[in-house]
């Protein structure tokens, strides 16, 4: 029996845990899910709630859940969204990389469920610079916002993700229940390799030097 359990733990078939928040570190029914949501103690990755806003997504998600409307009659391009989007990650990746530990893989989610909506999920190499994360930026805003941060549950992003939506064949829109990661383009992903690229072998340098002593 407890291989059994152990084997449909997190799955579609667990009728005690919830499988959506173990895969995606959400679930629609929030607080009052029938089922179990696993919160974990230490992970590698930390879910950033709420944080980014897409300019044409006029609902801004409140922590007590429910959305405050704004709309100022704007209506950005595509390409306007994209350069939007590109430097609101770069800016966040950097930091923190930069404040708290090496970052494994950042997402961004684009979907419009008030569980999803521009959760941003970064996994960590370690899972020490991950729980140093979340109580540091808890203490933080961004863009005149509160940061809400927690551990994580999810490790594999791919296994979250909506593969509909990468083939642009979802009929939920953004309102399916698996996340729509937004793309960053081509131009930001090659600024953050060479980036990264050049932090690794300024922070490998002392200790090469050190050797030689």
Request: aromatic fraction near 12%; charge should be positive; hydrophobic fraction near 25%.
């Amino acid at each position: 029996m407890a291989e059994y359990l152990a084997s449909i733990f997190g799955t579609e078939k667990d009728k005690v845990n919830c499988s959506f928040y173990f895969k995606i570190g959400a679930c629609r029914h929030g607080e009052r899910c029938s089922r179990v949501h696993n919160k974990p103690t230490f992970s590698q990755t930390i879910l950033l709630k709420n944080l980014y806003l897409n300019p044409n997504n006029n609902a801004i998600p409140k922590p007590e859940g429910g959305f405050v409307q704004e709309y100022d009659g704007t209506t950005y391009t595509d390409q306007q969204v994209q350069q939007h989007f590109d430097e609101f990650y770069e800016e966040v990746y950097t930091e923190v990389e930069e404040k708290y530990g090496e970052i494994e893989a950042m997402t961004v989610c684009d979907n419009l469920g008030e569980h999803l909506v521009g959760n941003i999920y970064i996994k960590f190499r370690y899972e020490r610079d991950a729980e140093r994360a979340v109580t540091d930026l808890n203490t933080r805003w961004f863009d005149r916002k509160p940061i809400y941060a927690e551990l994580s549950p999810v490790t594999d992003f791919k296994e979250a993700s909506c593969r509909q939506y990468e083939l642009g064949e979802c009929m939920r829109s953004g309102f399916c229940n698996f996340m729509h990661i937004k793309t960053l383009s081509p131009e930001y992903k090659k600024r953050l390799r060479e980036r990264r690229k050049r932090s690794r072998s300024q922070s490998r340098s002392p200790s090469r030097r050190n050797r030689r002593h």
